[in-house]
């Protein structure tokens, strides 16, 4: 299954869409329609419609045929349509006509520096005189709402991909850091556990205590050594690290409704990595760890946009 992106555009439309309403005259009718679909990411899916009044009542099926494919996203769908007679410009009324040279002359009796009316303006305000005697039909307002939708999943698809690429992208750095950093820590224990056998060895030489057997010593060193090691050891989370990465990357193969599961994973990698730092014992460590939670905030970024 692919993954979706929630961020995508679909548009679709369709000429000589509409119907005459008995007594409207045959060559009364909506010559085009188009609808668009916006969707940006959101924790949820919600739905906003932009339609004319004589579509409000196809409102639930278009809520039900978005809900069936998507599901989530602030999606935003939009209507627009021309109405006018079948294949050519509205013919304005002689009626019309007459209103609005008397409209006109009124107003420019009263404001004389308003501009005259153009051709344009009188054929708009045609097209709205005539646009309540034609209707478009449920079913072709449907298909094309269908229409738009295929086109939406296939711009979020197209997204997705290019997301979970980026995301595998970075779990495969992430997987270098932390391969870099799992030798330093054993690196670093034997560094210090002879630096604590050079000291203790000085003390017990240069004391008081200088008969103390060099055993007690060594054995003094290795117990501090080792509660060094405890302090500094990483290895659980780079454990935990590795596990994390292996789960998202599963996911992504998997593909479908990932993306609240990505976020928590996300919301993990970065406990591990501040851990990792906050236990850094070296200049290496550290920057491993800053390194890290650059590439796991770029994949925060990417998964919010993941359905």
Request: overall charge neutral; hydrophobic content about 45%; glycine content about 6%.
């Amino acid at each position: 299954m692919p993954v979706y992106s929630m961020t995508g555009y679909a548009s679709a439309q369709l000429a000589d869409a509409g119907e005459a309403q008995p007594g409207a005259g045959s060559d009364s009718a909506t010559s085009w329609i188009a609808l668009e679909i916006r969707s940006v990411n959101s924790r949820f899916l919600d739905l906003s419609f932009k339609l004319p009044d004589d579509w409000r009542p196809h409102e639930s099926a278009l809520r039900e045929l978005l809900t069936q494919r998507l599901k989530r996203g602030k999606v935003e769908l939009r209507a627009l349509t021309e109405y006018g007679p079948r294949g050519g410009l509205p013919e304005p009324s002689v009626r019309l006509l007459q209103r609005l040279n008397t409209a006109q002359d009124h107003i420019l009796a009263w404001l004389p520096q308003a501009r005259p009316l153009s051709v344009a303006d009188a054929l708009r305000l045609a097209t709205q005189e005539q646009a309540p005697a034609s209707v478009v039909p449920a079913d072709r307002i449907l298909a094309l709402a269908q229409q738009a939708v295929e086109a939406l999943m296939t711009a979020r698809q197209r997204e997705g991909k290019r997301l979970a690429a980026l995301l595998q992208e970075r779990i495969a750095a992430l997987r270098r850091h932390a391969a870099q950093a799992e030798p330093l820590v054993p690196q670093l224990v034997n560094q210090q556990r002879q630096r604590f056998l050079e000291r203790w060895t000085e003390a017990m030489a240069l004391g008081p205590q200088g008969n103390l057997p060099s055993e007690a010593a060594q054995e003094r060193a290795m117990n501090e050594a080792t509660a060094f090691a405890i302090r500094i050891d990483v290895a659980e989370e780079l454990g935990r690290l590795g596990a994390h990465l292996d789960e998202i990357d599963s996911l992504i193969r998997k593909g479908g409704e990932i993306g609240k599961r990505l976020d928590f994973l996300i919301q993990e990698l970065h406990r591990e990595a501040n851990t990792l730092g906050a236990k850094s014992a070296t200049l290496e460590l550290s920057r491993i760890s800053v390194d890290m939670k650059v590439l796991i905030e770029q994949m925060r970024e990417q998964v919010q946009n993941i359905e």
